[in-house]
């Protein structure tokens, strides 16, 4: 249920700062946050420095300018600053709150639900009292890590660029100017992070060191506080620090000393760094499980006797999960999924998903094959990450869990798309203090985001099950209308066809003139090698997935019109650095769409449409 906002966090955690200075003072932890490369790593007093330098870099470079930029700037620079920071058992796992009735209804009007974790119906704030904004997070990991080791990488940190000509001038500018910091408060902003663009231009969402720690709070309350984050913990960095999920995490890991790693920034090097790491925490996005699990799935694909072995062991593993047996050490975990579990080193015992959905039979093989706690969360920038998250424990799949202890969630009619809150399905409202307080300079979008009343209107579409949990099964934004005038969201259809064993992206496009739809499809190439596609000859091997992805639609429930017409193949990926795919790995749906125009209407012609 919802806990009241200002109760369960310490007194001197409010900011995300704070976390990390408490960290610091536990003295449990040797190295904080690096590569193996003890050369390359910074510890907590270094980086606690480096951070006092760029305080005073940004609080020199600002001040004479003060009284252009308004009253407060060098408390909000330095804000700003501080926050942009360069396994098992035989015996039941039992889950926190009824498995069967996770959520209850608090408003039976408004159909307004809350977690079911607390019978307190208030708002959930600050999980420590010390801990109430970023910079008194930082505080708590530098007393965390007892000088251990910081931050690191492979990478040369020291003499890198990052672009800015001007870094080393920069430096020295604060090195010599170094002042006090500025503590904020808990209600001063503490980012402006702008959206991932996956429709137009991106809006900077104004979150405050509140809104931040009060979600890392409810996240760990609610799921990560079972598991005692500790110093012995590794988390491996991948996703990009432009996400406030990652963020978020980064934050969260701070505050409890856990040791944080950074790819060395190829994601094809990704299992590489994981092998070499070890993180026992991994936070992740669908893309890098489908993977896995389509890479499993191509090694058996042509062995009966292996096909078999899989099926015999994942259906042994799937009967302990649904007992809520969690382990790695069963005679299946020797003989089939040892070499699994080294690809994310071998030591997981935390793996949280989200940023975009994950297809149940995925997310099951996952649980299965690791032997350890997965978990799926729903959220957006502007309810600064997450809005719901599974709970330990959850032994289903195929939806993202209650809504979190710092937020309630409705659901509102969408009569466009025929979607009715009174049959418990309609567009995801979110309100909480977790909440954004606008889009910077950008009143007009900010009162289509957030109405009076303080509710978060997100444009997904979602529907409670029967258990109290959420599921998200379509997009408000994102649909068009065709030619014979049924509406279609091309994000939820891009999201069935991405469980075709041969797809591994996928931009779904239509015409309000044409009567189908048409898609690019990015290949995954390890399965199209595997199952000889290349042998057959373009054509064919076209035929197929196209078959397979038509298939995959009708077993997933895609209607006629929703299931596309033709495909083109495209060999080189989206990718940010093609511009095609958000910071946050979605595509980027106005960019594809002039990247692949004339190959759309292409494919139309070719059907003289």
């Known amino acids: 249920m919802y806990i009241d906002n200002r109760t369960l966090m310490r007194s001197d955690i409010d900011i995300i700062f704070s976390k990390f200075l408490w960290g610091g003072s536990k003295k449990v932890v040797k190295q904080f946050l690096g590569r193996t490369d003890p050369s390359s790593s910074r510890t907590f007093p270094q980086q606690f420095q480096m951070a006092d330098v760029a305080l005073s870099q940004v609080q020199e470079m600002v001040r004479e300018n003060a009284r252009l930029l308004g009253v407060g700037v060098l408390t909000l620079a330095g804000a700003a600053a501080a926050s942009l920071y360069l396994n098992s058992r035989p015996e039941p796992f039992l889950p926190p709150i009824d498995p069967d009735n996770q959520s209850i209804v608090i408003d039976e009007k408004e159909r307004v639900r809350a977690s079911g974790l607390r019978s307190d119906t208030s708002l959930f704030t600050f999980l420590y009292d010390d801990a109430k904004t970023t910079y008194e997070a930082f505080l708590r ?6 000088n251990g080791q910081c931050l690191g990488s492979v990478l040369d940190l020291e003499n890198r660029s990052f672009g800015c000509p001007i870094k080393s001038e920069v430096e020295t500018l604060g090195k010599e100017n170094l002042q006090d910091p500025l503590p904020p408060a808990p209600d001063d902003l503490a980012t402006l992070c702008y959206t991932s663009g996956t429709t137009g231009d991106p809006k900077g969402v104004m ?22 984050l500790t110093s012995a913990d590794v988390h491996l960095s991948y996703l990009p620090l432009a996400h406030m999920f990652e963020r978020g995490m980064h934050s969260m890991m701070f505050m409890h ?17 994981l092998m070499e790491l070890k993180p026992t925490v991994f936070i992740t996005v669908p893309r890098v499980l489908n993977r896995i699990y389509d890479k499993i799935q191509a090694a058996v694909h042509h062995s009966w006797f ?8 994942l259906a042994s593993k799937t009967a302990e999960v649904k007992q809520g047996i969690i382990r790695n050490n069963t005679i299946w975990d020797k003989i089939v999924f040892g070499k699994v579990q080294k690809l994310l080193g071998g030591r997981a015992r935390i793996i949280l998903t989200g940023s975009a959905p994950i297809a149940a039979s995925v997310f099951d093989f996952i649980r299965c ?13 502007e309810c600064t990450a997450g809005a719901t998250l599974q709970i330990p424990g959850e032994t289903g799949s195929g939806h993202v869990g209650i809504p979190l ?3 309630y969630i409705k659901l509102i009619d969408v009569e466009e798309m025929d979607y009715y809150a009174k049959d418990n399905v309609g567009e995801i409202c979110v309100k909480g203090g977790n909440v954004m307080k606008g889009y910077y300079l950008n009143p007009e979008k900010t009162a289509e985001a957030l109405d009076d009343d303080g ?3 997100t444009g997904d579409i979602g529907t409670w099950l029967p258990n109290g949990t959420l599921k998200v099964i379509d997009r408000r934004k994102n649909i068009f209308k065709l030619a014979q005038g049924e509406y279609v969201a091309a994000e939820r259809i891009e999201n069935v066809y991405q469980k075709s064993q041969f797809v591994a992206q996928v931009f779904v496009e239509g015409d309000s003139l044409k009567p189908c739809l048409m898609a690019v499809v990015v290949p995954d190439e390890e399965v199209v090698k595997a199952c000889s596609l290349p042998c057959l000859g373009f054509q064919a091997a076209k035929d197929i997935i196209l078959k397979d992805m038509i298939e995959v639609g009708k077993a997933n429930g895609l209607r006629g019109f929703e299931q596309t017409k033709d495909i083109y193949l495209q060999a080189e990926p989206f990718s940010l650095e093609n511009d095609l795919l958000t910071p946050t790995m979605k595509n980027k749906r106005h960019t594809l769409r002039k990247a692949f125009k004339e190959v759309v209407d292409s494919l139309y012609k070719k059907h003289d449409l």
Do not use: P
């Open 207 to 228: 979150l405050t060191h509140a809104n931040i720690v009060i979600n890392l709070s409810a996240v760990y309350f609610q799921a990560m506080g079972i598991f005692s």
């Open 257 to 273: 000393g856990v040791k944080i790693g950074y790819f060395q920034g190829d994601i094809r090097k990704l299992t590489e760094d």
């Open 455 to 457: 509710w978060l209107h």
């Open 141 to 146: 990991g530098l007393r965390v890590s007892n």
């Open 405 to 407: 202890v710092c937020n």
């Open 369 to 381: 094959a690791f032997g350890c706690f997965v978990m799926e969360g729903y959220g957006q920038t």
């Open 306 to 313: 292996k096909s078999l072995l899989l099926k015999w062991a």
